[in-house]
């Protein structure tokens, strides 16, 4: 079926430990985004890249980088994970980003740092 | 700046009874409004949009939201709750210009058999 996977689904990682959260896209999108969901917090938005090789800083991207290096993948990147990056991170995707266009979501990556 | 407001991170209602999620945004141009659901261990999904076309939008499972400009509201409406509507809904506000969604923080829908 079409749509955003994401890779691994759950993830249990040491403080200072490094990881790489994968998505990617077979609708042909052009933008893509990376969310970070916490309780009480809704979604905020870790990083965008509207289109190949480019990306954009959102709300929350301290301690994170991006990787957009063909138009189907956007990975997340921690280079030393810290507890307070335990959270639900979801990959998603649209075709356009002005306008009303939908967002097509993945189903998550759940994250523990412990 | 753009925000969104939803009141009750949780709400409860008993199955065939109206279901009503509270939505206000802030903007000082009328914006793009979604609401998106979740599911236990999913992503979001659509339900409806509004895009300037009608201020009552219907969607997906029997909800409908209306647009209110004088209020700033966007609430979720559903005439009679069915227990597999209990999830977590998003309100979202999206200017034309701009790539970025502002998402609500959410609100738990229980449904009581």
């Keep these: 079926n079409a ?40 979604l905020r938005l870790i990083y965008y890249s509207a289109s190949e090789g480019t990306t954009d800083k959102g709300e929350v991207p301290n301690g994170y980088n991006v990787s957009r290096l063909n138009k189907r993948e956007f990975s997340l990147r921690l280079e030393s994970a810290a507890p307070s990056q335990t959270s639900v991170y979801f990959c998603a995707s649209q075709d356009s980003p002005t306008g009303a266009n939908v967002l097509t979501f993945g189903a998550g990556s759940r994250l523990t740092v412990l | 700046a753009q925000s969104v407001t939803q009141l009750g991170s949780h709400v409860s209602v008993s199955e065939g009874a109206l279901v009503l999620l509270r939505c206000n945004y802030s903007s000082s141009v009328p914006p793009y409004l979604f609401w998106y659901v979740q599911y236990p261990n999913q992503g979001l999904q659509l339900l409806l949009k509004y895009t300037s076309a009608a201020t009552l939008v219907k969607g997906i499972n029997g909800f409908e939201a209306e647009f209110k400009k004088s209020e700033t509201s966007f609430h979720l409406t559903k005439p009679s709750a069915h227990m597999s509507d209990a999830a977590e809904y998003f309100c979202a506000v999206k200017g034309s210009g701009t790539y970025k969604y502002i998402f609500g923080t959410g609100t738990r829908l229980k449904v009581l058999a």
Excluded: E, I
């Design chain 1, 3 to 42: 749509g955003v996977t994401q890779t691994p689904k759950f993830q249990v990682l040491k403080t200072g430990q490094s990881m790489t959260l994968q998505c990617a896209q077979d609708m042909n999108h052009n933008s893509m985004y990376w969310y970070r969901q916490d309780p009480g917090m809704g």
